[in-house]
T-cell receptor, first 118, second 115 residues
Framework: AQSVTQLGSHVSVSEGALVLLRCNYSSSVPPYLFWYVQYPNQGLQLLLKYTTGATLVKGINGFEAEFKKSETSFHLTKPSAHMSDAAEYFCAVSLLRDRGSTLGRLYFGRGTQLTVWP | KAGVTQTPRYLIKTRGQQVTLSCSPISGHRSVSWYQQTPGQGLQFLFEYFSETQRNKGNFPGRFSGRQFSNSRSEMNVSTLELGDSALYLC??????????????FGSGTQLSVL
């Protein structure tokens, strides 16, 4: 079975502070991992993804995430938060390597709402 | 290049009615997936279509159905609407190839309210 757990449904930081959003997964096969961001009344935008190779992945808007197989984690970080980062963030898993699976089917975590205080 | 387009943006229906939502994928994309987003259940996969064929299906009742046309545009239909069907329905498109370069692009969604 595959699942995604995002620790903390709400995270608040001050502008300029470190952002850390946690994601742990369970998967029957080596997963592909994703972080998406959703702004109010909008769809999901891909921040970054891990498929193979380097375990530290850099994404858009200064975000990065590190795949740690031993910890089954894929935490999202940003060194300095900006007001425009306030949004909901979703971690997702794809079993693309699994026979019969496709990228179209993602398993999402419940999301973390990030608030940035001035 | 235009993004994924979903219509309508908002929809209000009453219980027992049926509804059809439309999704136009990014040009060249052959895979279209549908997701339901609710505060209680989060994001849940409905189904995926590729080249007019349903390739994958989530755990939803038969009232939820979909189809894809030869131009890759997709529609999803919900019959006999229930209050619990109120949700944001998101469509996503991709090339549909199982490669590491694949990316999933989402539309802005259709907000369905069932009264």
């Amino acid at each position: 079975a595959q699942s995604v757990t995002q620790l903390g449904s709400h995270v608040s930081v001050s502008e300029g502070a470190l952002v850390l959003l946690r994601c742990n997964y369970s998967s029957s096969v080596p997963p592909y991992l994703f972080w998406y961001v959703q702004y109010p009344n909008q769809g999901l935008q891909l921040l970054l993804k891990y498929t193979t190779g380097a375990t530290l992945v850099k994404g858009i808007n200064g975000f990065e995430a590190e795949f740690k197989k031993s910890e089954t984690s894929f935490h999202l970080t940003k060194p300095s938060a900006h007001m425009s980062d306030a949004a909901e963030y979703f971690c997702a898993v794809s079993l693309l390597r699994d026979r019969g699976s496709t990228l179209g089917r993602l398993y999402f975590g419940r999301g973390t709402q990030l608030t940035v205080w001035p | 290049k235009a993004g994924v387009t979903q219509t309508p943006r908002y929809l209000i229906k009453t219980r027992g009615q049926q509804v059809t939502l439309s999704c136009s994928p990014i040009s060249g994309h052959r895979s279209v997936s549908w997701y339901q987003q609710t505060p209680g259940q989060g994001l849940q996969f409905l189904f995926e279509y590729f080249s007019e064929t349903q390739r994958n299906k989530g755990n939803f009742p038969g009232r939820f159905s979909g189809r894809q046309f030869s131009n890759s545009r997709s529609e999803m239909n919900v019959s006999t609407l229930e209050l619990g069907d109120s949700a944001l329905y998101l469509c996503a498109s991709s090339l549909g190839q199982p490669t590491t370069n694949e990316k999933l692009f989402f539309g802005s969604g259709t907000q369905l309210s069932v009264l």
